[in-house]
T-cell receptor
Protein backbone atom coordinates (compact mmCIF):
# COMPACT_ATOMS: atom_id res chain seq x y z
CA UNK A 1 0.00 0.00 0.00
CA UNK A 2 1.35 3.42 -0.97
CA UNK A 3 2.44 5.64 1.91
CA UNK A 4 3.75 9.13 2.52
CA UNK A 5 7.41 8.96 3.54
CA UNK A 6 9.09 11.44 5.85
CA UNK A 7 12.59 11.73 7.21
CA UNK A 8 14.08 12.02 9.68
CA UNK A 9 11.59 10.67 12.22
CA UNK A 10 13.30 12.50 15.07
CA UNK A 11 15.59 15.52 15.10
CA UNK A 12 17.30 17.20 18.02
CA UNK A 13 19.07 20.46 17.34
CA UNK A 14 20.31 23.51 19.14
CA UNK A 15 18.73 26.89 18.68
CA UNK A 16 20.15 28.98 15.84
CA UNK A 17 21.04 25.84 13.87
CA UNK A 18 19.48 24.95 10.53
CA UNK A 19 17.23 21.90 10.11
CA UNK A 20 15.58 20.33 7.10
CA UNK A 21 12.77 17.83 6.74
CA UNK A 22 11.97 15.72 3.70
CA UNK A 23 8.66 14.37 2.45
CA UNK A 24 7.81 12.04 -0.43
CA UNK A 25 4.06 11.98 -1.09
CA UNK A 26 2.06 9.17 -2.60
CA UNK A 27 2.82 8.88 -6.30
CA UNK A 28 0.43 10.90 -8.43
CA UNK A 29 -0.89 13.05 -5.62
CA UNK A 30 -1.14 16.64 -6.80
CA UNK A 31 -1.42 18.35 -3.43
CA UNK A 32 1.18 18.31 -0.67
CA UNK A 33 0.74 19.85 2.78
CA UNK A 34 3.17 20.65 5.58
CA UNK A 35 1.61 20.95 9.05
CA UNK A 36 3.07 21.85 12.43
CA UNK A 37 1.50 20.18 15.44
CA UNK A 38 2.30 21.35 18.94
CA UNK A 39 1.76 18.70 21.61
CA UNK A 40 -1.89 18.52 22.63
CA UNK A 41 -3.14 20.66 19.74
CA UNK A 42 -4.48 20.12 16.23
CA UNK A 43 -2.28 20.37 13.14
CA UNK A 44 -1.73 23.88 11.80
CA UNK A 45 -1.10 24.33 8.08
CA UNK A 46 2.27 25.85 7.25
CA UNK A 47 2.34 25.54 3.48
CA UNK A 48 0.33 23.86 0.73
CA UNK A 49 1.54 22.95 -2.75
CA UNK A 50 -0.37 22.26 -5.92
CA UNK A 51 2.15 20.34 -7.99
CA UNK A 52 5.28 22.51 -7.74
CA UNK A 53 3.50 25.78 -6.91
CA UNK A 54 2.73 27.19 -3.48
CA UNK A 55 -1.01 27.88 -3.13
CA UNK A 56 -1.09 28.79 0.55
CA UNK A 57 1.78 29.84 2.79
CA UNK A 58 -0.10 32.44 4.81
CA UNK A 59 0.88 30.81 8.13
CA UNK A 60 4.50 30.10 7.24
CA UNK A 61 6.99 32.24 9.22
CA UNK A 62 8.86 33.30 6.14
CA UNK A 63 11.72 34.96 7.98
CA UNK A 64 12.97 31.54 9.07
CA UNK A 65 10.96 28.86 7.27
CA UNK A 66 11.17 27.91 3.61
CA UNK A 67 9.61 25.12 1.59
CA UNK A 68 10.00 23.82 -1.91
CA UNK A 69 8.59 21.07 -4.06
CA UNK A 70 10.84 20.91 -7.06
CA UNK A 71 9.39 18.97 -10.01
CA UNK A 72 6.14 18.63 -8.11
CA UNK A 73 7.09 15.40 -6.39
CA UNK A 74 8.98 15.34 -3.08
CA UNK A 75 9.32 18.36 -0.83
CA UNK A 76 11.71 19.88 1.70
CA UNK A 77 10.85 22.13 4.63
CA UNK A 78 13.71 24.11 6.14
CA UNK A 79 14.06 26.13 9.32
CA UNK A 80 16.96 28.53 9.68
CA UNK A 81 17.66 29.48 12.39
CA UNK A 82 15.71 27.16 14.67
CA UNK A 83 14.16 28.66 17.82
CA UNK A 84 13.01 27.00 21.03
CA UNK A 85 9.38 27.56 20.06
CA UNK A 86 9.82 25.48 16.91
CA UNK A 87 9.81 22.27 18.94
CA UNK A 88 6.84 20.35 17.56
CA UNK A 89 5.78 17.51 15.28
CA UNK A 90 6.04 18.36 11.59
CA UNK A 91 3.55 16.40 9.51
CA UNK A 92 3.50 16.02 5.76
CA UNK A 93 0.33 14.97 3.94
CA UNK A 94 -0.78 14.50 0.37
CA UNK A 95 -4.08 14.25 -1.42
CA UNK A 96 -4.99 13.11 -4.89
CA UNK A 97 -6.69 16.21 -6.22
CA UNK A 98 -6.38 19.95 -5.89
CA UNK A 99 -10.11 20.39 -5.31
CA UNK A 100 -12.11 17.63 -3.74
CA UNK A 101 -14.58 15.61 -5.63
CA UNK A 102 -15.73 13.18 -3.01
CA UNK A 103 -13.57 12.85 0.05
CA UNK A 104 -10.14 13.66 -1.45
CA UNK A 105 -8.84 12.79 2.01
CA UNK A 106 -5.33 13.56 3.15
CA UNK A 107 -2.81 10.78 3.66
CA UNK A 108 -0.28 11.59 6.35
CA UNK A 109 3.31 10.57 6.83
CA UNK A 110 4.67 9.43 10.22
CA UNK A 111 5.91 12.93 11.03
CA UNK A 112 9.21 14.39 12.21
CA UNK A 113 9.43 15.20 15.89
CA UNK A 114 11.71 18.23 16.32
CA UNK A 115 13.27 19.18 19.62
CA UNK A 116 15.16 22.48 19.82
CA UNK A 117 17.49 22.82 22.79
CA UNK B 1 -12.94 32.88 15.40
CA UNK B 2 -12.64 29.14 15.80
CA UNK B 3 -13.72 27.34 12.65
CA UNK B 4 -13.78 23.92 14.29
CA UNK B 5 -14.77 23.41 17.92
CA UNK B 6 -14.27 20.21 19.86
CA UNK B 7 -15.53 20.89 23.37
CA UNK B 8 -14.39 17.63 24.97
CA UNK B 9 -10.64 17.75 25.68
CA UNK B 10 -10.78 14.25 27.17
CA UNK B 11 -13.27 11.40 27.16
CA UNK B 12 -13.43 8.00 28.82
CA UNK B 13 -15.47 5.03 27.64
CA UNK B 14 -15.84 1.47 28.85
CA UNK B 15 -14.68 -1.21 26.45
CA UNK B 16 -17.53 -2.46 24.19
CA UNK B 17 -19.63 0.65 24.86
CA UNK B 18 -20.45 3.33 22.29
CA UNK B 19 -19.05 6.86 22.53
CA UNK B 20 -19.86 10.14 20.78
CA UNK B 21 -17.19 12.76 20.11
CA UNK B 22 -18.55 16.24 19.46
CA UNK B 23 -17.61 18.59 16.65
CA UNK B 24 -19.16 21.88 15.60
CA UNK B 25 -17.98 23.98 12.70
CA UNK B 26 -18.41 27.43 11.25
CA UNK B 27 -18.53 28.18 7.55
CA UNK B 28 -20.43 30.39 5.15
CA UNK B 29 -19.74 28.03 2.23
CA UNK B 30 -22.55 25.88 0.87
CA UNK B 31 -20.13 23.24 -0.38
CA UNK B 32 -17.75 21.82 2.20
CA UNK B 33 -16.54 18.52 3.59
CA UNK B 34 -16.07 17.18 7.11
CA UNK B 35 -13.51 14.62 8.19
CA UNK B 36 -12.51 12.71 11.27
CA UNK B 37 -8.92 11.56 11.82
CA UNK B 38 -7.45 9.37 14.53
CA UNK B 39 -3.96 9.97 15.94
CA UNK B 40 -2.57 7.20 18.18
CA UNK B 41 0.33 7.92 20.52
CA UNK B 42 2.73 6.85 17.76
CA UNK B 43 1.84 10.07 15.93
CA UNK B 44 0.49 9.10 12.53
CA UNK B 45 -2.84 10.61 11.45
CA UNK B 46 -5.34 8.06 10.17
CA UNK B 47 -8.37 9.01 8.07
CA UNK B 48 -11.58 7.56 9.50
CA UNK B 49 -14.66 8.99 7.80
CA UNK B 50 -15.89 11.75 5.47
CA UNK B 51 -19.19 13.61 5.10
CA UNK B 52 -19.93 15.97 2.22
CA UNK B 53 -22.22 18.92 2.89
CA UNK B 54 -24.65 17.75 0.20
CA UNK B 55 -24.70 14.13 1.33
CA UNK B 56 -28.19 13.29 2.54
CA UNK B 57 -27.23 10.14 4.38
CA UNK B 58 -24.98 10.09 7.43
CA UNK B 59 -21.64 8.51 6.59
CA UNK B 60 -20.70 5.15 8.06
CA UNK B 61 -17.44 3.18 7.95
CA UNK B 62 -17.46 -0.01 9.96
CA UNK B 63 -17.73 0.91 13.65
CA UNK B 64 -17.56 4.64 12.83
CA UNK B 65 -20.55 6.75 11.94
CA UNK B 66 -20.93 10.47 11.54
CA UNK B 67 -23.99 12.16 12.99
CA UNK B 68 -24.32 15.11 10.60
CA UNK B 69 -26.77 17.87 11.57
CA UNK B 70 -26.32 20.55 8.94
CA UNK B 71 -28.65 23.17 10.43
CA UNK B 72 -26.84 22.93 13.76
CA UNK B 73 -23.44 22.78 12.02
CA UNK B 74 -22.42 19.71 13.93
CA UNK B 75 -20.64 16.57 12.77
CA UNK B 76 -20.28 14.23 15.73
CA UNK B 77 -18.32 10.98 15.47
CA UNK B 78 -19.93 7.89 16.96
CA UNK B 79 -17.71 4.89 17.69
CA UNK B 80 -19.65 1.74 18.45
CA UNK B 81 -18.35 -1.21 20.46
CA UNK B 82 -15.21 0.58 21.67
CA UNK B 83 -11.95 -1.36 21.68
CA UNK B 84 -8.75 -0.76 23.61
CA UNK B 85 -7.06 0.16 20.33
CA UNK B 86 -9.45 3.09 19.94
CA UNK B 87 -7.55 5.00 22.64
CA UNK B 88 -6.11 7.96 20.75
CA UNK B 89 -6.57 11.63 19.87
CA UNK B 90 -9.44 12.30 17.48
CA UNK B 91 -9.50 15.35 15.23
CA UNK B 92 -12.43 16.84 13.37
CA UNK B 93 -11.49 18.72 10.20
CA UNK B 94 -13.32 20.80 7.62
CA UNK B 95 -12.57 21.38 3.95
CA UNK B 96 -13.69 24.60 2.30
CA UNK B 97 -13.40 25.17 -1.43
CA UNK B 98 -15.77 27.90 -2.51
CA UNK B 99 -13.52 30.91 -2.02
CA UNK B 100 -10.34 29.35 -3.32
CA UNK B 101 -9.22 27.30 -6.28
CA UNK B 102 -7.94 24.59 -3.98
CA UNK B 103 -9.03 22.61 -0.93
CA UNK B 104 -8.30 24.31 2.38
CA UNK B 105 -8.47 21.96 5.35
CA UNK B 106 -8.70 23.18 8.94
CA UNK B 107 -8.35 20.94 11.98
CA UNK B 108 -9.99 21.23 15.37
CA UNK B 109 -8.10 21.04 18.68
CA UNK B 110 -8.87 17.35 19.17
CA UNK B 111 -10.41 15.07 21.79
CA UNK B 112 -8.39 12.51 23.71
CA UNK B 113 -10.29 9.23 24.04
CA UNK B 114 -9.33 6.62 26.59
CA UNK B 115 -10.97 3.19 26.49
CA UNK B 116 -11.15 1.49 29.88
CA UNK B 117 -11.00 -2.33 30.07
Amino acid sequence: EAEVAQSPRYKITEKSQAVAFWCDPISGHATLYWYRQILGQGPELLVQFQDESVVDDSQLPKDRFSAERLKGVDSTLKIQPAELGDSAMYLCASSRQVRGIGSNEQFFGPGTRLTVL
Amino acid sequence: AQKITQTQPGMFVQEKEAVTLDCTYDTSDQSYGLFWYKQPSSGEMIFLIYQGSYDEQNATEGRYSLNFQKARKSANLVISASQLGDSAMYFCAMRETLKTSYDKVIFGPGTSLSVIP
